[in-house]
C-alpha cells in the first residue's frame, strides 16, 4: 500500500471536480482495509467507491481510502438460482454484464447504473420498476472501530426508498466489502412495465424479451437521456424523485392535471422530479460551468471547471424553487461532502 499526499480526486468522482485529499490510498485486499482502518497515523479517514454518488464541496483533509476490492464468485446454486458473491470495488455495470453473459436474471433493468458495487447497499439503487434489495442475500462489511469483518442480511439492512441502514445508524461506522445478490438461472422474472421499456422493445419488434434485450432496452433509454460522466461530469439522477401523501397529491394533481404520477400504495404518491424541475423552467439551463442537463433534468452536470459548491448552490436554488412553485421539497439523491 502507498500513501500519496495531496492527491487530486478528479479522476475519481463523476462530476470531475478537482478537490483535493490530504493523503490517499488505494486498496486491493480486505486484509490491507482493516489494517489502514487500525493505522492511528491517519486519525480521519474518509472512504471512497466508485465516486458517483458523491459532490465534494471541498478540499477532504483526511485520508482517502479508495475500496477497489475485485472478484465475482458463484457461491451456491442450484437448478433454478444461483447466488454470486460480488466485491465491492467490481463496477457495477460490467458486473451486470457478466450476469447476461451467464443467463442469470435480475439486474438487467439496472444496466448502466453509474458506480461500484459495494456502495449499492448504501442507496438501495434501483432503475425502472426493480431495486437492488428485489436480488439481495446480505453483505460483508468491516467495522471501522475494531476492524471486525461482519456479514448483514437483508433486514438487518434496513432498505427503503434510495435508503438503508448504512445511510442511517450504521453511516459512517462500516466499509462494505462485499455484496452477495440471488439470481433467476431460467423462468426469469421479465419486468417491461416501468418507464419506456415496452415502447423501446416495440421499436425493434420484441413481444417476448430475454434479459439480453431488456438490458438492451435499458441502456438505449438512459444513453438517451443521461451524459456519459466521461464526457460531462455528473453524478446520474442528483435528486430522489419525492413521494407525497394522498392529501398533499389531491391538492397537488388538482392544480397540475397533467403531472405525471405513479401510486405507491393507498397512502402514497411518487412524483417525477425530474418534471417538477423541467416545469420550474431549469432544463438546459447553465450557470458558469454548472448547469441541468438539456435531455433530462434529474441531472446536474459539470460543464468543465464548476467547483462542487457552484453545484451545490444550483441545487439549493433548484429545490426552493420547486417547493415554491408546487409546494413539494425534492432531496438529493447523491452524498454532499461538506
Known amino acids: 500500500m502507498e500513501v500519496f499526499k495531496d492527491f487530486s480526486l478528479r479522476n475519481y468522482n463523476t462530476f470531475g471536480i478537482d478537490a483535493k485529499a490530504k493523503f490517499f490510498v488505494e486498496i486491493n485486499l480486505v486484509q490491507d482495509l482493516q489494517d489502514i482502518l487500525a493505522d492511528d497515523t ?17 478540499d477532504i483533509d483526511a485520508l482517502v481510502i479508495h475500496v477497489n476490492l475485485k472478484g465475482i464468485h458463484i457461491q451456491n446454486e442450484d437448478e433454478d438460482f444461483v447466488e454470486i458473491k ?13 450476469t447476461l453473459e451467464n443467463n442469470f436474471g435480475g439486474l438487467e ?15 438501495n439503487i434501483g432503475a425502472y420498476g426493480v431495486e437492488l434489495k428485489d436480488v439481495f442475500v446480505g453483505c460483508e462489511a468491516v467495522r471501522r472501530s475494531d476492524q471486525n469483518l461482519m456479514y448483514f442480511t437483508k433486514e438487518e439492512c434496513k432498505f427503503g ?7 442511517n ?31 423501446e422493445l416495440k421499436k425493434s419488434n420484441i413481444i417476448n424479451p430475454s434479459i439480453k434485450q431488456v438490458s438492451n432496452a435499458v441502456i438505449n433509454i438512459r444513453n438517451s437521456k443521461l451524459p456519459n460522466p466521461k464526457e460531462l461530469g455528473n453524478s446520474g439522477s442528483f435528486f430522489k424523485n419525492p413521494v407525497i401523501s394522498k392529501i398533499a397529491f ?41 448547469g441541468v442537463h438539456k ?11 464548476a ?32
Open 42 to 58: 491517519y486519525p480521519d479517514k474518509f472512504i471512497l467507491g466508485g465516486g458517483s454518488n458523491m459532490l465534494i464541496t471541498k
Open 86 to 98: 460480488v466485491m465491492a470495488g467490481e463496477n457495477w455495470h460490467e458486473m451486470v454484464l457478466w
Open 109 to 123: 433493468n439496472m444496466s448502466l447504473i453509474p458506480g461500484n458495487t459495494g456502495t449499492a447497499p448504501i442507496q
Open 161 to 167: 426508498y434510495r435508503d438503508s441502514f448504512f445511510k
Open 169 to 199: 445508524e450504521g453511516k459512517d461506522k462500516y466499509v462494505i466489502t462485499s455484496v452477495i445478490l440471488k439470481l433467476t438461472k431460467n423462468n426469469h422474472a421479465i419486468n417491461t412495465s416501468y418507464g419506456a421499456i415496452e415502447e
Open 250 to 290: 389531491d391538492s397537488f394533481i388538482a392544480k397540475n392535471p397533467e403531472a405525471p404520477f405513479y401510486k405507491v400504495s393507498e397512502e402514497e404518491y411518487k412524483i417525477p422530479a425530474g418534471w417538477l424541475i423541467e416545469q420550474s423552467g431549469y432544463k438546459g439551463k447553465r450557470f458558469g460551468d454548472a
Open 295 to 305: 435531455k433530462q433534468a434529474l441531472v446536474l452536470v459539470n460543464y468543465g471547471n
Open 307 to 338: 467547483k462542487g459548491l457552484d453545484i451545490l448552490n444550483l441545487a439549493h436554488k433548484i429545490i426552493e424553487d420547486v417547493k415554491s412553485e408546487f409546494g413539494i421539497t425534492i432531496q438529493p439523491e447523491v452524498n454532499l461532502i461538506k
